[in-house]
């Protein structure tokens, strides 16, 4: 009898920067709803993250980060799970992240970012929306 | 659960079938494996956790490669530091050339079946070292402290060639023994300010214990607790007849203190599993209750599968809400059913 699969996410906190009310909140929300997420703690590498999403096979990484240095880690994140062929792993900005950077997050393949205002539960469909779309396309 | 012809697991259906070299998707998937590619670990894992159809397969030709590991098991409740022992532990045992692999496990909500995994957190060290392999797992209602799949997946671990297998278990509280059918060595964790003396008295949690110890050791309270433990290894020693005295170690493990003690404890308790047949008769032991335990969750699954099809069960609560029949009779109905003669 085949278990209900979880939605496994990584969430991780990016280099120097220790506000992470943000992400641990994200991850009571994403557990509630029904997702197992591995909460990495605070100061990771790109490195370090990728290999824990490789390690727990996730299906999400939520990458937090209020300290401005997102356009420096998360296409590095982007460019190491390439490199790893993890091209399935949906992943997410979130944090203070100034409109203006947005687009060059997405064509990094950043599948969405979050600022401060977005809600938990846009969040969580459009997970459970695009990781779907994910498993069903391939 | 595999029948043929059946679609191949969810987590590998972007190739499924069979592959040019005319092998099956498990048996790729496993080659992989085998020549050490952690992507494909990391999935077969997933596929035991889910029990996706292809578990079986998998399992089938991984088990051929198992039964080098060490499984070294840690538990104890909640808060007593746990993770940060297994971190330093696993830490000491890389600087002596011993590959690790770590078993997370943490409860999955009754409510919202979702889990907060934070065992990671504390073994930032051993995350980019590749003679390391951390998964963090979740109960998915599975009692004892441990998932339903961890024994599966310290078999992957073990095939996957790691010298030792950790297990972390949940915060385990009085109960939750599962542990010591899985391990080789079991830790019990304890800190001090938890409980008075007669908590160190019951049975349960306190009896699985290979090797004891306390934790955070540069706390207030520690002498104490020393002392109450030592009672109670003493008394199980000589009430029991045991031939293995479980040591008490002390360790602080935030400062890296008495890991070297701990890793040497674990070394002498493998030494005397060695010596006479001890090692042959306890994973004897194991592999009985393991079918046992595999066999009763088939058959169960099996019989309620065919059950629930039909509708009776619907019924049969109905019934027993409005009292018009009790429990114990549509119970027993219901096993004649299955098992004519029985009952």
């Not at chain 1, 909460?39 to 590498?45: P, S």
């Not at chain 1, 990094?108 to 459970?128: C, L, R, W």
């Not at chain 2, 808060?79 to 590959?99: I, P, Q, W, Y």
């Not at chain 2, 009985?288 to 066999?295: D, F, G, T, V």
Request: glycine content about 10%; charged content about 25%; overall charge neutral.
């Amino acid at each position: 009898m085949p278990v209900e699969k979880k939605v496994k996410v990584i969430m991780a906190k990016l280099g120097l920067d220790g506000h992470d009310r943000g992400a641990k909140l994200l991850c009571r929300v994403l557990a509630e709803s029904g997702m197992e997420v591995v909460y990495t703690g605070l100061r990771q590498t790109p490195e370090m993250i990728v290999e824990a999403a490789l390690q727990e096979d996730a299906d999400v990484i939520g990458l937090s980060s209020l300290s401005g240095a997102h356009t420096h880690f998360f296409p590095r994140v982007m460019q190491l799970l390439k490199e790893k062929k993890m091209d399935r792993v949906l992943v997410l900005g979130g944090g203070i992240i100034p409109e203006g950077d947005i687009a060059d997050l997405k064509k990094a393949g950043i599948a969405a970012v979050f600022g401060p205002g977005a809600s938990t539960g846009e969040i969580t469909d459009f997970i459970k929306k695009n990781v779907q779309r994910r498993t069903e396309t391939g | 659960m595999c029948k043929d012809g059946q679609k191949p697991a969810e987590a590998f259906s972007r190739n499924a079938g069979t592959s040019p070299s005319g092998s099956s998707v498990a048996e790729d998937l496993v080659r992989a494996f085998l020549s050490g590619s952690v992507q494909a670990a990391a999935r077969i894992i997933t596929v035991a956790e889910n029990r996706d159809p292809a578990f079986f397969d998998l399992m089938k030709l991984i088990y051929p490669h198992t039964g080098k590991a060490y499984v070294v098991g840690i538990t104890g409740a909640s808060g007593t530091g746990k993770s940060t022992l297994t971190d330093a532990f696993a830490a000491l045992l890389r600087e002596r050339n011993f590959t690790v692999g770590i078993i997370a496990v943490d409860p999955s909500s009754p409510f919202a079946g979702g889990a907060l995994l934070g065992d990671r957190i504390r073994m930032q060290r051993l995350s980019l070292d590749p003679g390391v392999f951390i998964r963090s797992t979740a109960t998915r209602g599975h009692l004892g402290g441990l998932a339903r799949t961890t024994n599966s997946i310290v078999k992957i671990l073990d095939a996957f060639g790691k010298d030792f297998v950790i297990v972390e278990t949940v915060g385990a509280g009085q109960d939750e023994v599962d542990i010591a059918g899985t391990a080789d060595t079991t830790l019990l964790v304890l800190a001090p300010g938890l409980g008075d003396a007669i908590q160190n008295m019951k049975a349960g949690i306190m009896e699985i214990a290979d090797i004891y110890v306390i934790n955070m050791a540069d706390r207030e309270g520690v002498d104490r607790l020393f002392s109450q433990v030592k009672m109670r290894a003493d008394q199980d020693f000589d009430l029991r007849k045991n031939a293995w005295k479980a040591p008490i170690l002390l360790t602080a493990a935030i400062h890296n203190e008495g890991i070297v003690e701990l890793v040497d404890a674990v070394e002498s308790h493998r030494r005397f599993l060695m010596k006479n047949g001890r090692m042959q008769k306890l994973r004897r032991e194991k592999t009985k209750s393991e079918i046992l335990h595999l066999l009763k969750e088939e058959i169960t699954e099996h019989m309620l599968d065919h059950f629930l099809g039909e509708g009776q069960f619907d019924e049969l609560i109905d019934k027993v809400a409005s009292r018009r029949k009790d429990p114990y009779t549509g119970v027993r109905e219901i096993v004649r059913t299955i098992l004519p003669g029985h009952a």
